[in-house]
T-cell receptor, first 116, second 113 residues
Framework: DTGVSQDPRHKITKRGQNVTFRCDPISEHNRLYWYRQTLGQGPEFLTYFQNEAQLEKSRLLSDRFSAERPKGSFSTLEIQRTEQGDSAMYLC??????????????FGPGTRLTVL | RKEVEQDPGPFNVPEGATVAFNCTYSNSASQSFFWYRQDCRKEPKLLMSVYSSGNEDGRFTAQLNRASQYISLLIRDSKLSDSATYLCVVNIGKWEYGNKLVFGAGTILRVKS
């Protein structure tokens, strides 16, 4: 399978614990995005990387959240001191860089986080 | 006001029916437009891009009205397999700085035999 992959697919944690998620984009894609989706809502943009550079962060991304893409390939999203409100599906997407606003973003299967 | 608004539904229709979904967006500088499909507990997948001239892909037709900031999706001859949530998506970023997608909350479609 050469699509976007995410690990783990499910994570249950206790409030106050730290969690880290991994995303492996499609190999030739140099743009990588993180989104969060809660029940009954569409995905919400969190942050975006062009190669290893984090170029934009949403105000949804509090200081408990940090994302990295150290070698411009896979990315990690860490949440420190998790809260029950962090429970959501965390989606990763990747795309090529082309001179078009219609670049397709391909989504991974997501990591479902439950904070108890 | 949400940036992208959709009727949440659900739309319950019989097989073979024609169904239309509407969506409005608030950012007049939006660059591009899409419909994504999301099956239950799965990731969103691109259904079709929406161009100013309108476009059709088999049973699916999308229209864009930039003046009214309105996007539509028409599904003809509905199939059971069309049952899903349809997400209206607007790109408010420029490609040079990363296309930034804003999603509506989705419209649920249930096609019944």
């Amino acid at each position: 399978d050469t699509g976007v992959s995410q690990d783990p697919r499910h994570k249950i944690t206790k409030r106050g614990q730290n969690v880290t998620f991994r995303c492996d984009p499609i190999s030739e894609h140099n743009r990588l995005y993180w989104y969060r989706q809660t029940l009954g809502q569409g995905p919400e943009f969190l942050t975006y990387f062009q190669n290893e550079a984090q170029l934009e962060k949403s105000r949804l991304l509090s200081d408990r959240f940090s994302a990295e893409r150290p070698k411009g390939s896979f990315s990690t999203l860490e949440i420190q001191r998790t809260e029950q409100g962090d429970s959501a599906m965390y989606l990763c997407a990747s795309s090529l860089t082309r001179a078009s606003s219609y670049n397709e973003q391909f989504f991974g299967p997501g990591t479902r986080l439950t904070v108890l | 006001r949400k940036e992208v608004e959709q009727d949440p539904g659900p739309f319950n229709v019989p097989e073979g029916a024609t169904v239309a979904f509407n969506c409005t967006y608030s950012n007049s500088a939006s660059q591009s437009f899409f419909w994504y499909r999301q099956d239950c507990r799965k990731e969103p997948k691109l259904l079709m891009s929406v161009y100013s001239s309108g476009n059709e892909d088999g049973r699916f037709t999308a229209q864009l009205n930039r003046a009214s900031q309105y996007i539509s999706l028409l599904i003809r001859d509905s199939k059971l397999s069309d049952s899903a949530t349809y997400l209206c998506v607007v790109n408010i970023g420029k490609w040079e700085y990363g296309n930034k997608l804003v999603f509506g909350a989705g419209t649920i479609l249930r096609v019944k035999s």
